[in-house]
């Protein structure tokens, strides 16, 4: 049997996509560019940034709302979405499918 020489080995790329968010009693929406989550305290909103491109998944619990722009961008990024509380865990993924439709005269690009 041959060794195997330590240059025949290919590195592992291990992911830095590690962040999981937790959610509660906030709005997921789209600001700026960002997604983002708003919480109320007092009279006044706080707004965090949710780096999408580092996060494999979010977990939103009960009293949270996602707007429709923040799910799309979840899904371009490719991030899981989790509807958590009320005593299960149903889990939805979504991401982003190019279609391409092609027609001898017509060639149709969808999203």
């Known amino acids: 049997m041959k060794d195997i020489a330590p240059s025949d080995l290919k ?20 600001k700026g560019g ?40 979840l899904a371009k990024a490719g991030v899981l979405v989790g509807f958590c509380g009320g005593g299960g865990t149903p889990l939805f993924s979504a991401n982003e499918v190019d279609i391409v439709a092609a027609h001898p005269k017509l060639t149709i690009s969808a999203r």
């Open 34 to 73: 960002r997604v983002e989550y708003v919480t109320d305290q007092g009279k006044q909103s706080l707004y965090w940034n949710i780096p999408i491109a580092n996060t494999t998944t979010v977990l939103l619990g009960t009293g949270t709302s996602v707007t429709q722009s923040a799910m799309r961008e």
């Open 11 to 30: 590195s592992v790329l291990h992911s830095k996509r590690a962040n999981i968010y937790f959610l509660e009693h906030c709005r997921v929406l789209v």
